[in-house]
Structure formats: C-alpha cells, structure tokens
C-alpha cells in the first residue's frame, strides 16, 4: 500500500538524517529531515518528530557573547607578528 511506501521511505530518512549529522554533514541532516516532516505530514500520520529534542536544545542554546574585555590567548607565532590589523 501507498502508506506503508511512505512509512519506509520515513524511515530511510530519519536514518539519513542521523547518520549525516553525526558525519558533521549539516546540510544533508536538514534535507532528510525535512523529507521526514513533509512525508509525516502527506501520509498524515502526526508522528512525533524524532528531531523535536534536537531542535528544543538547538533554541535554548545561547552563545557565550564576546566581549571588548574578553582576552584570547594567541599563539606565540601569531603574537610575535604584532596587530594582526
């Protein structure tokens, strides 16, 4: 049947997905993820996004600002050339 197609074709995209993100392919892992929520979404299914944990991490994130007083310690061979301006 045409849902179980689209459930396989789920599943082959969540696998994608995982396995592009943990090879730092972060374009890849957002197309197989999107491939994953626009299948759920045809075959209507309202499955749980198996990224929501992922992207509820992604938007609590917050950088650490970098400041005007904030010192970076540079190595010796690029300190040695003096302003790096």
């Given amino acids: 049947m045409m849902s179980e197609r ?3 074709a789920m599943e082959t995209a969540e696998q994608k997905a995982w396995d592009a993100l943990a090879r730092y392919k972060f374009y890849m892992f957002g197309y197989h993820a999107a491939q994953w929520v626009n299948l759920n979404r045809i075959g209507e299914f309202k499955r ?3 990224f929501g ?3 509820k991490m992604a938007r ?5 600002p970098i400041t005007a ?6 190595p010796s061979s690029i300190a040695e050339q003096g302003s790096l301006l």
């Fill in 6 to 8: 689209i459930l396989a």
């Fill in 48 to 50: 749980e996004n198996p």
């Fill in 53 to 55: 944990d992922l992207v």
């Fill in 60 to 64: 609590g994130y917050r950088p650490m």
């Fill in 69 to 74: 007083t904030s010192s970076i310690e540079l």
